[in-house]
C-alpha cells in the first residue's frame, strides 16, 4: 500500500509539473514561484526569486515555454551546478522580456547548447526561437552557470508595459548539502 501511495503522489507530482493549474489559475509569476518552492524543498538548493510584482503581459503560449525554461533550467542545475544557491530573474523592459536563472556552481561553456544529448538546452534555445527571442548561457566570471531568455514583447501581441521594480523573495531550505 506504501507504494502504490508512493507511486500516485508521484504521478500527481509529474502532471502537475507537467501543466500546473496555478499557471491558469494563478499566473505565470505564481507558477514559477511554486515551482521554484518545490524544487529548493526537493534539491535543498536555496532559490531566490526576482519576478515583478505583476505577471508579464504575455500570451498562454509564452508562459508555458517560460515555465518550462526554468523547469528545464532547474533540472540542469541538479544535475550538473553542484550549487547551493540559485537566482531566478524575470522583468520587462521596453519592448522584451528577459528571464535569467544563475546558479553558483561550477558553470558550463556556451558550446554546451549544440553537444550530442544537450536536448534540455536544445528544447529551451527552441522553445525561444519558436516566440521569436533568443536563449544564452554562460558562466560568471564569479563562478555558476546563466540562462538568459530575450522575448520580444511584440510576440505576445500586447504592449510592453515600463520596467518594473523587483521585490526579493528568498525561499526557505529545509534540507542542505
Request: hydrophobic content about 40%; aromatic content about 4%; proline content about 5%.
Given at each position: ?11 500527481r ?6 501543466r ?17 518552492d ?55 523592459t ?70 518594473q ?5 528568498e ?5 542542505t548539502?
Amino acid at each position: 500500500l506504501e507504494m502504490v501511495d508512493d507511486t500516485v503522489a508521484t504521478v500527481r507530482r509529474i502532471a502537475t509539473e507537467l501543466r500546473p493549474l496555478m499557471l491558469d489559475d494563478l499566473g505565470l509569476n505564481a507558477a514559477i514561484e511554486w515551482l521554484a518552492d518545490s524544487w529548493s524543498r526537493r534539491m535543498g538548493v536555496a532559490v531566490t526569486l526576482h519576478l515583478g510584482a505583476a505577471d508579464p503581459a504575455i500570451h498562454d503560449a509564452g508562459s508555458i515555454a517560460l515555465y518550462r525554461m526554468v523547469q528545464e533550467a532547474l533540472t540542469n542545475i541538479a544535475r550538473h551546478a553542484q550549487a547551493t544557491q540559485v537566482c531566478i530573474e524575470m522583468q520587462q523592459t521596453g519592448g522584451e522580456l528577459q528571464l535569467n536563472v544563475m546558479d553558483n556552481g561550477i558553470g558550463f561553456d556556451e558550446a554546451s547548447i549544440y553537444r550530442e544529448g544537450s536536448y534540455g538546452l536544445a528544447g529551451m534555445r527552441e522553445r525561444a526561437l519558436m516566440l521569436g527571442g533568443k536563449l544564452g548561457i554562460g558562466s560568471s566570471p564569479k563562478g555558476g552557470g546563466r540562462v538568459t531568455v530575450h522575448l520580444p514583447m511584440r510576440s505576445a501581441g500586447v504592449p510592453a508595459p515600463a520596467t518594473q521594480p523587483l521585490p526579493e523573495r528568498e525561499l526557505p531550505s529545509k534540507r542542505t548539502r
